[in-house]
């Protein structure tokens, strides 16, 4: 095992526990803004799993998956923006 794997192996760890954190303010958060920004988080920490995995096998296979992942995450944020703003501006 390389440097480097053993440094991504540590960091993947680090990241599970922000993992379970962010799951469980997702399931327990008290409003819905709050469960959709740790949805935002878990899509992040998914994004940090695809490029450690890049690093680690060296394939840059992953990097795309972070990407699409990523991309989708953007929209979903910019869509759930305008809906709490139209939300807002109803009586």
């Known amino acids: 095992m390389t440097p ?3 440094l991504a192996a540590v960091l ?3 990241l599970a526990l922000a993992l379970v954190l962010a799951a469980w303010r997702m399931i327990r958060g008290p409003s819905f803004a709050d469960r ?3 949805l935002d988080m878990l ?3 998914a994004v940090s799993f695809a490029a450690l995995t890049t690093v680690a096998t ?3 296979v992953f990097l795309d998956i972070g990407l699409g992942i990523a ?7 910019a869509a759930f923006a ?4 139209r939300k807002g501006r109803k009586p």
């Open 43 to 45: 899509t992040a920490i």
């Open 12 to 14: 993947a760890s680090v």
């Open 4 to 6: 480097i794997q053993i």
């Open 58 to 60: 060296g394939s840059d």
């Open 36 to 38: 959709f920004i740790a």
């Open 71 to 77: 991309l989708i995450n953007f929209v979903a944020t």
């Open 82 to 85: 305008v809906f709490v703003e």
